[in-house]
Structures are given as structure tokens and as C-alpha cells.
């Protein structure tokens, strides 16, 4: 059974930043790890991946603010947050893909950034 446990998210102010973690345990060979997100009344929506080999694909709406990386030693992702905009408030879902064809989705954490 695959488990992604979260961490990092909180409430900031409009600039401020916030890093992310994600960290997932069991039988898994990773292809590609990320975060996405969802915000009330909308669709969730990818905000960064990067696969196993290192590509990597950001929305445009955090390209230069947000920074993605991995430890796949740990097999965890971080989402490194700055200058963030109170538009960036939602939740945060960590999303790891399998060699096998598994999609596993963490619980969530709540970012909020007030203006």
C-alpha cells in the first residue's frame, strides 16, 4: 500500500513564502512525483511535476515563484512557494506516478495567503 503524508502548509501573507513536503512510503518505483491543487468552486489543476529523470513542468501561474524538487533516495517531493498572492490559496495534493500505472494522491494541505 502506497501513503504520501504532507506537510508545510499554513497561512502567509501576500509575498511571503511557504515550502511543502511530501514524502511517500511502500511499494512504489516512482516515474514522477507533484503537487497540484484546488481552490473552492474550481477544478484541481497541476501546479508543478518532475519526473524520475529530472523534466520538470510548471503552470504558468507560478512559473518563477514556485521551485519543485525531489529526493528520490527518500522518495519525496518539496514545492518551494514564494511571492505568494492571496490567487494561491487552496489545496495543495501531492501526486506520485508508478512504473506499475499507480496514481496515489495525498490527503492535502491547506495554503492560504491573505492579502
Request: charged content about 20%; proline content about 2%.
Amino acid at each position: 500500500q502506497v501513503q504520501l503524508v504532507e506537510s508545510g502548509g499554513g497561512l502567509v501573507q501576500a509575498g511571503e513564502s511557504l515550502r511543502l513536503s511530501c514524502r511517500a512510503s511502500g511499494r512504489i518505483s516512482i516515474v514522477a512525483m507533484g503537487w497540484y491543487r484546488q481552490a473552492p468552486e474550481n477544478e484541481r489543476e497541476l501546479v508543478a511535476t518532475m519526473s524520475r529523470d529530472g523534466r520538470i513542468n510548471y503552470a504558468d501561474s507560478v512559473k518563477g515563484r514556485f521551485s519543485i524538487s525531489t529526493n528520490n533516495a527518500r522518495n519525496t517531493v518539496y514545492l518551494q512557494m514564494n511571492s505568494l498572492k492571496p490567487e494561491d490559496t487552496a489545496i495543495y495534493y501531492c501526486n506520485t506516478k508508478g512504473y506499475a500505472g499507480g496514481d496515489y494522491w495525498g490527503q492535502g494541505t491547506q495554503v492560504t495567503v491573505s492579502s
